[in-house]
């Protein structure tokens, strides 16, 4: 995947700032130099890499496969406030873990499948800022497959 910027300085001159993820990782490559980027997160691909550029300040923005741009505090596609990224807290994919371990060992496919459904919304709500639903839907998730579990042992 790759994304090319030109941003223009203070001065009038144009620079290219390239996002580049391959084989490699992912780099951040502003006029010729490349920088590698490494993510705040083990469990989603997250990074803000600051790009000093003589009268702005660009701000490479990458959650997942979306990668922004933000130039002096914008972003360039939508014109909304640069915002920095937030990390996702540790208890929280301490939580999401053990769902995804309790929910594949003891219910197979359909644990898998329903523990990466709600990891996914956990995380979405997360990086949104709303980290107190979150950490309600991975709790339920965790009692509900606690309960089930100890049902089927009681009945088995």
């Not at 990390?87 to 219910?107: D, E, R």
Request: contains cysteine; proline residues 4%.
């Amino acid at each position: 995947m790759e994304r090319i910027w030109t941003v223009t300085d203070s001065m009038g001159n144009p620079h290219q700032i390239k996002f580049k993820r391959g084989f490699g990782g992912a780099k951040c490559i502003v006029d010729g130099d490349t920088y590698k980027m490494k993510s705040k997160n083990w469990v989603i691909w997250m990074a803000d890499h600051q790009i000093s550029i003589p009268g702005a300040e660009c701000n490479l923005v990458v959650i997942g496969n979306k990668v922004r741009l933000a130039v002096n505090g914008t972003y360039l596609e939508d014109g909304t406030p640069y915002e920095p990224v937030r990390n996702i807290p540790v208890w929280l994919n301490v939580l999401v873990g053990i769902n995804a371990v309790i929910g594949v060992f003891m219910y197979g496919m359909i644990g898998l499948a329903i523990t990466v459904l709600l990891a996914l919304l956990t995380y979405k709500l997360a990086l949104s800022k709303k980290t107190t639903p979150a950490m309600i839907i991975q709790i339920v998730l965790l009692v509900v497959l606690v309960a089930l579990t100890a049902f089927i042992f009681a009945i088995a």
